[in-house]
């Protein structure tokens, strides 16, 4: 199992709270139920014949405080959920006694009213059961377990006290035997609700380490990225390091956005981005690339990081191809505004990493073959073209640019020397 993280320990905190805030309401409305009934119970004409001695008073009496007692223990966890503080665990052991206490009350009430044998058949022994069930939402194991002992040691106890003699006077080896089977059952059901409640806890503990896994590789590549991709960036524990990795760089641009937008609504304009974007994205998608952030109307698009990938170049200018061809299909679709796209492609070494505050971190490239992707892609404008490629592209997938042309020696605005470009569209 995933160790849960450190800062979302305090997240586990507050849900194991509201669990027990849950566990303080259930038992609340079950002894308020019980408190009805037994009023009702009680007040039955042909009851009253049989036992005069019983007041209105005595249920009132016995009940009404410990539903107090959970109301005050649902303000308190509330008031320490909204200082995000936790339960002293000393507390949670005083509290468990004190609630599974109240069927030994009760027990004891019934059996000064109407004797051990009547009150041992009446349900308040099984009040026990209720007690131990609902502990299991404490989600700890030894917590069940004591609720489990203390309803087994005042069970034995007040057997001791009232019941043996008088039930079993002739043979105290089977009122011994009746006190410790009772006894046997209710620990053995705090024991097996404590292992109920560790089992719920794990499977929580995983589900936030899952959930805190999975933000975490959400925040650092973007909102954008496929569950695919997460689960594969799980998987590998990808951008943890920085280090210098061989990137497939992609730019792509979507031309005369911004001039096309100025006469339209702002709601039209993010749709067709946002359609447009939808179209692009499923493409890097499926070709195992990575969008690394959107630039306005573009975006950059990563192969190989964090991934290794051996034919990022490869994948790379497919995945270009494929768009063109996506947005040609989708151009016909949304006739009222077509999209003309710019994409740009140059391999090499990069470094790779997490950069940020430590409020707020992301995953990116830096390098220079990073920024002549950008102004190898700046140039489709000057050539009219919609795909351009750097020589080291073009060598890394001859299959794929087989179609490119040479576009000579051409000068790159901020580098001294010429390099080589190749058109793809």
């Known amino acids: 199992m995933a160790a849960v993280p450190l800062d979302h320990r305090a997240a586990l905190a507050r849900e194991v709270l509201k669990s027990e805030r849950q566990r303080a309401r259930a038992l ?59 339960t002293p665990r000393l507390a949670r052991y005083l509290s468990a006694l004190i609630e599974t206490s109240l069927p030994s009350v009760v027990l004891d009430e019934q059996i000064r009213v109407m004797g051990a044998e009547a009150a041992l058949g009446l349900f308040a022994p099984l009040l026990y059961f ?36 008088p039930l079993h006077a002739v043979d105290p080896h089977l009122a011994l035997a009746l006190g410790l089977s009772r006894s046997a059952v209710l620990l053995a059901g705090g ?55 061989r990137v497939a760089v992609m730019f792509v641009d979507i031309r005369s956005f911004t001039a096309d937008a100025r006469s339209r609504r ?27 952030k959107f630039l306005g109307d573009g975006f950059l698009a990563l192969f190989g990081a964090p991934l290794e990938d051996s034919r990022a170049t490869r994948h790379a200018v497919r995945a270009g191809r494929e768009m063109l061809d996506a947005i040609a299909r989708h151009n016909a679709d949304h006739p009222g505004w077509p999209i003309r796209i710019g994409i740009g492609v140059h391999v090499g070494e ?25 102004r190898i892609e700046a140039l489709n404008k000057e050539f009219g073209a919609q795909f351009l490629l750097s020589d080291a592209a073009r060598r890394e997938a001859p299959a794929e640019a087989s179609e490119a042309t040479p576009l000579g020696e051409v000068a790159i605005r901020g580098y001294e020397t010429t390099m080589p470009l190749w058109r793809l569209a």
Do not use: C
């Open 350 to 374: 990069t470094v790779t990493g997490t950069v940020g505050s430590p409020r707020r971190k992301e995953y990116t490239v830096i390098g220079d073959t990073v920024n002549l992707a950008s």
């Open 266 to 292: 702002p709601a039209e304009v993010v749709a067709r981005l946002d359609a447009a974007f939808a179209v692009l994205v499923e493409v890097v998608d499926r070709n195992g690339g990575l969008v690394n």
């Open 130 to 165: 209720v007690f131990i069930v609902l502990s299991t939402l404490r989600l700890d194991f030894w917590l069940s377990a004591f609720t489990g002992l203390v309803a087994a040691t005042e069970l034995f106890a007040i057997g001791a006290l009232h019941a043996w003699s």
């Open 28 to 86: 609340a409305l079950v002894i308020g139920v019980l408190l009805l009934l037994t009023v009702g119970f009680f007040l039955a004409p042909w009851l009253r014949g049989t036992f005069p001695q019983i007041r209105l008073r005595t249920p009132i009496a016995v009940y009404t405080p410990f539903i107090a007692y959970e109301l005050i223990i649902l303000r308190v966890i509330d008031r320490r959920l909204a200082k995000g503080r936790d």
């Open 191 to 245: 024991i097996i609700a404590g292992w109920v409640g560790t089992r719920l806890r794990r499977q929580f503990e995983a589900t936030v380490a899952a959930t805190s896994a999975h933000e975490r590789v959400t925040n650092l590549f973007g909102q954008h990225v496929s569950p695919q991709v997460v689960e594969r960036l799980l998987a590998a524990g990808a951008g943890h390091v920085s280090e210098m990795r």
